[in-house]
């Protein structure tokens, strides 16, 4: 199911596999139907709609692109356009998937022990348990080689203190993959702890007051002397390269994904501008300001998914780095961001309503600005690159 014809202006669609258009559009028709009726509810009363994550397993999207353990085992390519397809509908439902996957799944596998791999990947494929990824902490955000979550070692378990901010999925996961430092204390004693729900000392608390991803989860949570396992530490991986390597794979995802609310933006304004009269009864799509805020729009968006296609077919030949991720997120969220304004403006006073997307889309995309690395974080990575100085510190 392409899409509409205008916004696959460049044929981008000549440019995917069978496979890759089969996941895409298998996600494509589940938005339609079980999303898109349902999210703008879930958006207003700020709930998460659990209830579609079976359904999402079903379909393969949860850790998508890992191999083995229940997991589909899709490229970069088909795992991007799942995404995109989630983020059309809302970019909370995307939020999910991203963090179960790419956040949370991902790590297991690449630096979990055999043991750790069979006991949670195959369940969280199939959504029966559910994930997060505590890095951020209340004082640590951009910077979080500063964080003070500490585990100390006592005899055969890990006793971990400290607090993790704005973490999402936080209070309905089974398992936290929470970052800390161990008790020598520098960034290189960085270790990532699977901490079990239930496990006394460990909770989480919904952050409350959220304008953005309201249908999705976001927690404070709190370790107080938790005990957690050796077995239930990842081995493969010391220091802040753990996460970091998390969050990159989890960047090159989102880059590609964001342009689907950027879409849903552009086609309901376009809808909207062509049914919508004002003065002498001339839809609003015939005049010249609203045909170059609709052709502004599709040219971001033709721009966007060139973008984040060439980031995951080299992501799948080995050959991304953390520069051109950063280029794709900064870009890819901006316009996006700034096609939500836009569409928003097209729908006037209808605009500032849920009965349409744009507005619930942009107030979304405001956190995608803001995590996985913030624009003025991925501006100074290619600040770097580019003039080979670190202006970080
Ligand atoms: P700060 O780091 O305090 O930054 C504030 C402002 O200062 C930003 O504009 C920033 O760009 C700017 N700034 C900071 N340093 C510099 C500098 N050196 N130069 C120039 N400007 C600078 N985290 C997790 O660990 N797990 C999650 O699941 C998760 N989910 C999230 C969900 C939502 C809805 C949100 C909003 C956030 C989530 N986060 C999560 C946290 C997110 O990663 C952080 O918010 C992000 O890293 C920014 O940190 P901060 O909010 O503390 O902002």
Redo the contacts with the bound molecule.
Sequence with gaps: MPRADITDLFRIDDLLSADEKAARDSVARFVDSEVLPIIGRHFRDGTFPAHLVPGLAELGVLGANLQGYGCAGMNTVSYGLILQELERGDSGLR?FAS?QGS?CMFPIQAFGSEEQKARFLPDMAKGRLIG?????EPDF???PGGMRARARKDGDTWVLNGT?A????GSIADVAVVWAKTEDGGAESVRGFLVEKGTPGFSAREIPGKF??RA?L?SELSFQDVRVPERNVLPGVVGLKGPLSCLNNARAGIAFAVTGAAIACFEGAREYALSRAQFDGKSIAGYQLTQEKLADMLQEIVKAQLLGLRLARLKDEGKSTPVMVSLAKRNNVKSALEIARVARSIYGANGITDDYPPVRHMLNLE?VF????????HT?VLGKAITGID??G
């Design positions: 939020s963090v956040l997060c990824f505590g890095l951020t955000g951009s910077n993790k704005w973490i999402t999925n953005s991803l999705s976001t956190s803001t995590y996985e690395g913030t624009h003025e974080v100074l202006a970080f």
